[in-house]
């Protein structure tokens, strides 16, 4: 058979068999949101009906999705760096280095957790997603600066050793600028005061990884304790304003 004759219907072969692979999990059916599709450029959901009459004996997965590292019931915080943070390794560098500056827990805090919307959601806005997920459980200055890092990060403060970084040019291009919505909240920020917190950030933030470094989550553990009020009924389960977002990474294909 010549595979190049009819690249239309391969390429639907390997759609369906995508999709065959995808959403069969034993007895269960997972679903794509629009969000994960809209990564791919396409604006488009599973449709429930037609994945339904394709596997008539299957119920949508509501629950815990097999693919992923199983949760306990009552989630701490350490349990989502553990099963459901993509890396850790900038965290833990970025919060080593704030530690070894002799910076206090509120700072270490905010380095440790400053960039866990990208670990674990996303990367658009991430200063707020994750600032929204901390905010019940952290003090007001950590969520603030943690917030804010997504402002401040583009605007050099020479006086604490901050430059616009390197990196940015490399990925952003020399002529970037900030949204207007970045730079107002630049300038709110300025006069803030919390401002030095999140500037810490800034500053400690380690944009060139180093596979070399040695970080621990343990080495924070006393620090979380001590700084993040872990629910007793575990995150997700404690009606928190943000206990859903919470649930979500935990369950990311349940279908509602
Ligand atoms: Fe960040
Ligand atoms: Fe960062």
Known sequence: ??????PQSL????????????????????????????ADGKI???SGPALKAANPDKYFLMGADPRLPEMPDKPTLIDFFHNRFAS???LLQS???ALK???????????????????????????????????PYVDEEVSWAVRMHQAL?????????????????????ADYKPEPYIVAEYERARNHKFYMTSRLITVNDIYSFD??????????????????????????????????????????????
């Open 95 to 97: 919060a080593t280095h």
């Open 88 to 90: 850790l390794n900038h």
């Open 211 to 256: 596979p070399d470094a040695k970080v621990d989550l343990n080495d924070f553990v006393d620090i979380i304790g001590r700084n993040f009020k872990q629910p007793k009924e575990g995150l997700g389960f404690d009606n928190s304003p943000s206990a859903h977002m919470w649930r979500t990474l935990m369950w990311p294909t349940r279908f509602l």
């Open 44 to 46: 488009e959901m599973d």
């Open 153 to 173: 990060r583009f605007f050099p403060d020479p006086a604490v050793g901050y430059e616009y970084p390197e990196m940015y040019i490399k990925y952003f291009g």
């Open 101 to 135: 500056g002799g910076h206090n827990e509120k700072v270490v805090l905010a380095c440790l957790l400053h960039d866990i919307g990208v670990a674990s959601f996303i990367r658009c806005d991430h200063g707020y997603w994750g600032a929204q997920m901390i905010e």
């Open 11 to 38: 390429s639907a072969r390997a759609d369906e068999l995508e999709e065959q692979m995808m959403h069969a999990l034993g007895e269960r059916i997972a679903t794509k949101s629009v969000l994960f599709n809209m």
């Open 1 to 6: 058979m010549n595979e190049h004759a009819n």
